[in-house]
């Protein structure tokens, strides 16, 4: 069974269409689904814990600030635990909330904390589901790549006709069925990412770095996951948590980088090198603090490893590798001139001209391979990573 063994979240906000959850539950664990429920207060005006205790076959999570509860499955367990969460119905107050980032309530704070996918099935009245507002809410909500399920037309509880009812419980279930098929396709894969900067120490307290967040690689490696395939994520310093069923390796240097990535890259399928990597570093790191003298001081800069074009020269084991280029000038030109250069099978020229890649959360990329060309358009960086997987691994499938 496609949804044996997952875990799902459902979280239940105040809405009629409540009832209709119980159902969708019982779906769940008739697939063998682990479900945990989260109600929020006004969905307890509409279900009784009770109920949904008894079909879910697990503790309800009510309060945020429950000692009891944090004491058992406390709020960031609960964020780490799932697969996925499912919020149904979502109201138009949830929405609202989450959409700016609230953590006001149980719900809210673990969608806030986790790494997982996200469902939405909205139901409200058909008028406040088209108020501009709602719409923009949705629109951004979809952006961060939350995935929506319905609304349906027809008669609503409240004796209006129109769209904002939710979806069926057979509905949501065979999306959420769906999901996890395709989820799984790239099991057996195996993919090293190197994502973030690097740092290059002066002396004990200084750095030469650059202003990579780490946004884009983290998002395609939480793609590669969500997938099925074996993910290693090689970082430099970044504030981003770590995506599921990831393995993560932190690194500083540009030094420290290359020797994961080398080590890692031939036990993998695939390496794709997303990290903005120093060029160079200091060739001599001071002991202690540089104190300040001179008008004038020099740093002596010292080429460091060219890690993915290492990883492309490879004799023995080489994986299909995947290499950026970040350029402020004669994007395809540099572009193409890396991947023939670094021995890529594929390049993702990034236009950084404009300073807004460099932890911007949306990005547009040009791929080029030996035979080919291809434009992905600005979109989040969660979505492009989504795009440029499926690029990867077509060309990929086609070197097998
Ligand atoms: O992290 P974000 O804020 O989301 O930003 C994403 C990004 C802009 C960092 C990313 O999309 C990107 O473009 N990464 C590559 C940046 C870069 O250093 O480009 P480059 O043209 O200097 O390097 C070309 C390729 O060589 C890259 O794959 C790089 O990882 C690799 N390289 C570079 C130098 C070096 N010593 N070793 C390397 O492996």
């Not at 969460?85 to 969608?111: E, K």
């Not at 939710?166 to 999306?175: D, K, L, Q, R």
């Not at 290693?232 to 069923?245: C, D, E, K, Q």
Request: charged fraction near 20%.
């Amino acid at each position: 069974m496609k949804l044996s063994g997952k875990r799902i979240v459902v979280g239940i906000t105040g809405g009629i269409a409540a009832y209709k959850t119980i159902e969708f539950i019982r779906l769940l664990r008739k697939a063998e689904a682990d479900v945990r429920v989260v109600l929020t207060p006004s969905a307890a005006e509409f279900v009784t814990p009770l109920t949904l205790q008894a079909i879910s076959g697990n503790a309800v999570s009510q309060s945020l600030l429950d000692p009891q509860a944090e004491l058992a499955m406390g709020h960031i367990e609960l964020a780490k635990w799932a697969d996925a969460i499912v919020i149904a119905p979502a109201s138009a107050d949830f929405i609202a909330r989450f959409t700016v980032g609230m953590a006001n309530d149980l719900l809210s704070t673990i969608c806030l904390a986790t790494n997982a996918p996200i469902f939405l099935a909205p139901a409200m009245n058909q008028q406040m589901f088209h108020q501009q507002i709602t719409q923009q809410n949705l629109t951004a909500l979809q952006a961060r790549g939350i995935q929506l399920i319905g609304p349906n037309n027809g008669v609503q509880a409240c004796g209006d006709i129109g769209a904002g009812r939710m979806s069926e419980p057979t509905e949501i279930f065979a999306v959420l069925s769906d999901f996890f098929t395709r989820d799984q396709d790239l099991q057996g894969v195996k993919v090293v990412i190197t994502a973030g900067p690097t740092r290059e120490a002066i002396d004990p307290v200084r750095y030469i770095s650059n202003h990579s967040s780490g946004k884009m690689g983290f998002a395609i490696a939480e793609n590669f996951a969500k997938r099925g395939a074996g993910v290693t994520l090689i970082t430099g310093p970044v504030t981003l948590s770590t995506p599921n069923n990831v393995t993560r390796i932190d690194v500083l240097s540009a030094k420290e980088m290359w020797q994961a990535a080398l080590e890692n890259a031939v036990k993998n399928q695939i390496f794709i090198g997303c990290a903005a990597v120093a060029d160079y570093r200091v060739a001599d790191i001071a002991d202690q603090k540089i104190k300040k003298s001179a008008d004038e001081m020099l740093l002596k800069l010292v080429k460091n490893p060219d890690i993915i074009a290492d990883v492309g020269h490879l004799t023995e084991n080489r994986p299909f590798t995947v290499g950026f280029a970040a350029e402020t000038q004669h994007l395809s030109d540099y572009a193409k001139e890396k991947l023939k250069r670094k021995n890529l099978d594929m390049v993702c020229a990034n236009d950084v001209s404009e300073g807004q890649v460099f932890n911007a959360d949306d990005n547009a990329l040009q791929l080029f391979w030996k035979e080919g060309s291809k434009t992905l358009s600005l979109k989040s960086k969660t979505e492009l990573a989504a795009d440029l997987v499926n690029e990867i691994v077509e060309r990929y499938q086609k070197t097998l």
